[in-house]
T-cell receptor, first 112, second 112 residues
Framework: DADVTQTPRNRITKTGKRIMLECSQT?????MYWYRQDPGLGLRLIYY???????NKGEISDGYSVSRQAQAKFSLSLESAIPNQTALYFC???????????FGPGTRLTVL | GDSVTQMEGPVTLSEEAFLTINCTYT??????LFWYVQYPGEGLQLLLK?????DKGSNKGFEATYRKETTSFHLEKGSVQVSDSAVYFC???????????FGTGTSLTVIP
């Protein structure tokens, strides 16, 4: 079973709709992250959380919100989707000792 | 602030050619350095890492050496295969471990 899972894997929605992307992990890591990937721009950090009570904005948090429901779950919401939020979204986890991040398979979101 | 700059692509090589993808970084202190690989339709996977100066990370025939004097972490492989076709990301973890920074990615295509 995958250590970091994301649902849905693909989503097409319309402008103005509320969308939630979900991430679950079985790695037991405290730290979780949401990134978006756009061609030529690499990965940009949206939000991150170091534990259930800790939420931090990343580089591009405008238009997004998150919820850390449990150590293993971290959800990303688009309150009112717009076309320039069309992108590939990745969830990641890490622990401080090892340093590296572990990624989910991604969610491809298209906003029409 | 901390940042990573990597060689722009795309890169196209013939099978068995030598690969170098350049990566330089700006950081306070001594960050940990990583190379990730993203195969088509998948999330990012850790390829190799180095946590201190002069460390060499290696995996699957790829190597990178942490060069403090040139602030570089170039990725190399002596003989690429078609299966190495992917996007490669250089990344660093800040001294505190609280932030992770990615380069923009380099697309590699290996032709038979």
């Amino acid at each position: 079973d995958a250590d970091v899972t994301q649902t849905p894997r693909n989503r097409i929605t319309k402008t103005g709709k509320r969308i939630m992307l979900e991430c679950s992990q079985t790695k037991g890591h405290d730290r979780m992250y949401w990134y978006r990937q756009d061609p030529g721009l690499g990965l940009r950090l949206i939000y991150y959380s170091f534990d259930v009570k800790d939420i931090n904005k990343g580089e591009i948090s405008d238009g997004y919100s998150v919820s850390r429901q449990a150590q293993a779950k971290f959800s990303l919401s688009l309150e009112s989707a717009i076309p320039n939020q069309t992108a590939l979204y990745f969830c990641a986890t890490s622990d401080l000792l090892r340093g590296e991040q572990f990624f989910g398979p991604g969610t491809r979101l298209t906003v029409l | 602030g901390d940042s990573v700059t990597q060689m722009e692509g795309p890169v196209t090589l013939s099978e068995e050619a030598f690969l170098t993808i350049n990566c330089t970084y700006t950081a306070t202190g001594y960050p940990s350095l990583f190379w990730y690989v993203q195969y088509p339709g998948e999330g990012l996977q850790l390829l190799l890492k180095a946590t201190k100066a002069d460390d060499k990370g290696s995996n699957k025939g790829f190597e990178a050496t942490y060069r403090k004097e040139t602030t570089s972490f170039h990725l190399e492989k002596g003989s690429v295969q078609v299966s190495d076709s992917a996007v490669y990301f250089c990344a660093l973890s800040s001294l505190t471990g609280n932030q992770f920074y990615f380069g923009t990615g380099t697309s590699l295509t290996v032709i038979p």
